[in-house]
């Protein structure tokens, strides 16, 4: 019997709204007791005293390139840095090659996650076959091949009556449909967000109104067939704006924002750095601070990392031709930290937004730490001060822009199915 002891620690349950000094124990997989001073009885012990342990993070919204891009990361890869990061469920995006759009790519994606990844991987299939935005794909099979949410990520579903009908047959298998929401043809050429910094640098402008539009349209269409939106990565305070009246009067729409969008703004690319490149673009700073307003009301359920690794040779190209997007693993928690110390979330509201929320429109078991719930455990050392490198990190790929940033927070263990998978001191250790 494998059995942990989490001692010590401030235990952050957002399930029970729990937040006080305890100790968790862990039995063959199973949350058993978190409790005052629960006795050692030859369990493994993890010393929580001054650290957070909480449920661990659940990502709605991640790359992980296999098959087909093996040489940015693979499901080995991004599991362990998943893990590294606190992430003990990770949901990844179709837009792999081939796209996640068939049955036997699913299958094949949860058969290597099951060997290679210390993480749970969730895959998210395409909504639409080869992400053309075209042929709805066939939903009712990709869910009974392990699909949990369907999504054209990295690609925007342009035409309004196939939207329509992804979301009406979303229903039938009651299951979330994710909106890539960037309207093309207001993006056009853009490649940073449209305004004093665009124009600065001479870089085409991708407008906030690309996705504030889209973001309206598709909110329309869940309202008429009654589905399940879920809006990816909102970087505006229009698309806020949209969603939290469509919640007011019933819609059933759900958001997630990035670490990124929470903490950087488009001055980041002032020195044209490839590493500050992705879809949607940084903003500006009434947008990020919109974004954390509702990121604490409620209106933005969750954050999800969207890490999507590209390699060197891809990035270091110029500014308009590199790809769009940044590994987010190993940095999301010291980066979101800083809206606690900014006292714009409790530690518990952070837990929710990291684990809880995302596990409850992803519909997995996880994102509490009720007695009985699997045992996905994330120890965390909020005060801890370190530097990021992103060549010790654990993804096969370096896209950061805090490359070489001043950090503070870090996780100190990670527990998947009560097995340790990560110890900062030792590494990832499994598989
Ligand atoms: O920045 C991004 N990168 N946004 C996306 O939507 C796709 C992603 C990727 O796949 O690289
Ligand atoms: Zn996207």
Known sequence: MSRILIRGGRVLDPGCGRDERCDVLLEDGVIVAVDAAIETRGAEVIDAEGCWVAPGFVDLHTHLREPGQEYKEDIASGGRAAVAGGFTSVACMANTQPVNDDP?????????????????????????KGLKGEVMTEMSALVDAGAVAFSDDGKTIMDSG?????????????????????????????VVNEGPVSTRLGLPGNPAMAETVHVSRDIMLAELTGAHLHVAHVSTAGAVQQIREARARGVHVTAEVTPHHLALTDEATAGYDT????????????????????????????????????????????????????????????????????????????????????????????????????????????????????????????????????????????????????????????P
């Open 104 to 128: 036997a790519v699913t299958d094949f994606i949860l058969d290597r996650a099951r060997q290679d990844s210390p993480a749970r991987v969730y895959p998210v299939a395409a909504a639409t």
């Open 275 to 430: 590493n500050t490149k992705m879809a949607p673009p940084l903003r500006g700073s009434e947008d990020v601070a919109a974004c954390r307003a509702a990121l604490a009301d409620g209106t933005l359920d969750a954050i999800a990392t969207d890490h999507a690794p590209h390699a060197l040779h891809e990035k270091e190209v110029e500014f308009t031709a590199a790809p769009p997007g940044i590994i987010g693993f190993e940095t999301a928690l010291p980066v979101v930290l800083d809206l606690v110390r900014k006292d714009e979330l409790t530690p518990l509201e952070l837990v929710s937004r990291l684990s809880t929320e995302p596990a409850r429109i992803l519909r997995v078991p996880a994102g509490t730490l009720a007695v009985g719930a699997p045992a996905d455990v994330v120890v965390i050392e909020p005060d801890h001060e370190w530097v990021y490198d992103p060549a010790k990190g654990h993804s096969k790929s370096r896209n950061s822009p805090w490359d070489g940033a001043r950090m503070t927070g870090r996780v100190l263990a990670t527990v998947v199915a009560g097995k340790l998978v990560f110890h900062a001191d030792r590494g990832v250790l499994a």
């Open 162 to 190: 196939v939207m329509r009908r992804v979301l009406e047959y979303s229903t039938l298998v009651q299951r979330p449909v994710m909106t890539h929401a960037e309207d093309r043809t207001l993006v056009a050429e853009g």
